[in-house]
């Protein structure tokens, strides 16, 4: 796809294929034994979710949640709004949130206490991406894809106003085109 939006190339598909396929192997050695409940927070993390699933050999199940967190084209204010609630309660379940990317952590933040509430037997994060730079809550994911700087990036399931999802890599977004509001 040639576009001016889509700047540098941060992690190519080769990359995501080796630490997805490393974080299955992670995460099928330690559920070995539990029944895992996969949450997957749309729409950011359905490429991640879908190859990553398929890298875990453990019995596991899977639930989708949409939010979408209220701020500026690329601040969250943690004013989180429910989209689409889970299809099913998770009481006593061992729950593995899947996330695109943990920027302000302010939307992670809302989601643990919003499903722990329900009382999971274990809720752990798995995030794609994490921008420690940027962080404004104490939060570490159990498990991270990589460590990003702090740029807009969009590819593998990150849009721009809805777009470039379909990018087989993660890239930054060209400043120029950064006008409109961020994604989900
Ligand atoms: P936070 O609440 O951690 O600041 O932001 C979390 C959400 O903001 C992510 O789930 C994602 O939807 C969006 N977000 C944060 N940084 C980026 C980014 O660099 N690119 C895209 N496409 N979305 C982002």
């Given at each position: 796809m040639r576009d001016d939006a889509v700047g540098e190339i941060l992690v190519q598909p080769d990359e995501l294929a080796r630490r997805v396929r490393e974080l299955g192997a992670q995460i099928s050695e330690d559920y070995a034994g539990r029944d895992l409940l996969l949450i997957c927070v749309l729409k950011g993390a359905m490429f991640f979710l879908a190859d990553l699933m398929r890298r875990i050999d453990v019995p596991c199940e899977v639930d989708f949640m949409a939010v979408a967190s209220y701020g500026s084209a690329t601040d969250s204010s943690g004013v989180v709004r429910i989209l689409k609630d889970l299809d099913a309660a998770i009481e006593g379940r061992e729950v593995l949130i899947v996330e695109d990317i943990v920027d302000s952590g302010l939307t992670l933040h809302y989601l643990l206490r919003n499903l722990g509430a329900r009382n999971p037997a274990s809720m752990e994060v798995c995030a794609l991406l994490t921008k420690p730079e940027r962080?404004?809550?104490?939060?570490?994911?159990?498990?991270?894809?990589?460590?990003?700087?702090?740029?807009?990036?969009?590819?593998y399931g990150l849009d721009h106003a809805e777009r470039y999802r379909n990018l087989p890599f993660v890239a930054a977004l060209n400043p120029a085109a950064l006008t409109a509001d961020k994604g989900d």
């Open positions: 962080r404004k809550v104490e939060l570490e994911p159990r498990y991270v894809g990589f460590e990003i700087p702090n740029r807009f990036v969009i590819g």
